[in-house]
């Protein structure tokens, strides 16, 4: 007996069909990008001196995506759940 998939693929939840070739590749998808940016936020800042400045530039969308995620991981960081 086979088990039958209930879970859509990984590569699904992670892309977006392209819009310029109308769905014939994937891109990247708005969230995966705002989570990759903010895993590169924090790679950087750890990295980086208490008055260094980084800039990061994204489109509307993905600034969106991330600033509802980084409110997201601050208030579970600010809720007493931090790793050690």
Do not use: F, W, Y
Not at 22 to 29: P, Q, T, Y
Not at 31 to 54: C, F, H, N, W, Y
């Amino acid at each position: 007996m086979t088990r039958k998939r209930t879970r859509e693929s990984l590569e699904k939840l992670l892309t977006d069909n392209c819009p310029r070739c109308e769905g014939r590749r994937v891109v990247k998808s708005v969230p995966t990008l705002a989570a990759e940016v903010l895993r590169g936020i924090q790679r950087e800042a750890v990295s980086k001196s208490a008055g260094d400045m980084l800039i990061v530039k994204l489109n509307r969308k993905s600034r969106a995506t991330c600033t509802i995620m980084a409110r997201r991981i601050s208030r579970h960081l600010s809720s007493g759940c931090q790793r050690r």
